[in-house]
T-cell receptor, first 114, second 116 residues
Framework: GENVEQHPSTLSVQEGDSAVIKCTYS??????FPWYKQELGKGPQLIID?????GEKKDQRIAVTLNKTAKHFSLHITETQPEDSAVYFC?????????????FGTGTRLQVTL | KAGVTQTPRYLIKTRGQQVTLSCSPI?????VSWYQQTPGQGLQFLFE???????NKGNFPGRFSGRQFSNSRSEMNVSTLELGDSALYLC???????????????FGPGTRLTVL
């Protein structure tokens, strides 16, 4: 089955700096890669996703890049703000053709300090 | 639109009991997936239902089961509870199976199950 590795497990940045979280996946058939943000006491919230037919996607301060050959994808957050502090999860679909059966990384706890 | 709702939000049970959790998807969404989240194992896929049929299943024992109703609402059941079943159980809904690449899953707030 699919295996997703995520690094780093914790990340501390100063407000205004950039944050980068990296993930690798094992199943070359995976074709959908979402990123979720989870705040304390809440369910994961989708922040951005990318499909295998594109290499990069951007939404304001958030961007995701995908390297299918290397089976890597990364989340980039620019101009970080205190409200960006949360746990971030990457995921890959374990059932190509649908977004279901997601395999998640182990999460990155991002702390944005003033 | 209202988001995914899950009831109850918190639940305490003892070993050997059984439990039923409920999930109401976003209006118009027909696919419901369930995930278990624990500190040790992270987020793990349990199963997915679409049009009242189980479409995908994760690697969990048969004590974990689910169903979906004609209005797309879903329930999951865990029988003979074990201490290790203590977890946050998350439900996610999506509008329909995507073609060639996926359909976004939206998560509810989860049900926190504690087994004593």
């Amino acid at each position: 089955g699919e295996n997703v590795e995520q690094h780093p497990s914790t990340l501390s940045v100063q407000e205004g700096d950039s944050a980068v979280i990296k993930c690798t996946y094992s199943d070359s058939a995976s074709n959908y890669f979402p990123w979720y943000k989870q705040e304390l006491g809440k369910g994961p919230q989708l922040i951005i996703d990318i499909r295998s037919n594109v290499g990069e996607k951007k939404d304001q301060r958030i961007a995701v890049t995908l390297n299918k050959t290397a089976k890597h994808f990364s989340l980039h957050i620019t101009e970080t703000q205190p409200e960006d502090s949360a746990v971030y999860f990457c995921a890959a679909n374990g059932n190509p053709g649908t977004a279901s059966k997601l395999t998640f990384g182990t999460g990155t706890r991002l702390q944005v300090t003033l | 639109k209202a988001g995914v709702t899950q009831t109850p939000r918190y639940l305490i049970k003892t070993r050997g009991q059984q439990v039923t959790l409920s999930c109401s998807p976003i209006s118009g969404h027909r696919s419901v997936s369930w995930y278990q989240q624990t500190p040790g194992q992270g987020l793990q896929f349990l199963f997915e239902y679409f049009s009242e049929t189980q479409r995908n299943k994760g690697n969990f024992p048969g004590r974990f089961s689910g169903r979906q109703f004609s209005n797309s609402r879903s329930e999951m059941n865990v029988s003979t509870l074990e201490l290790g079943d203590s977890a946050l159980y998350l439900c996610a809904s999506s509008s329909s199976p995507g073609q060639g690449g996926g359909d976004t899953q939206y998560f509810g707030p989860g049900t926190r199950l504690t087994v004593l």
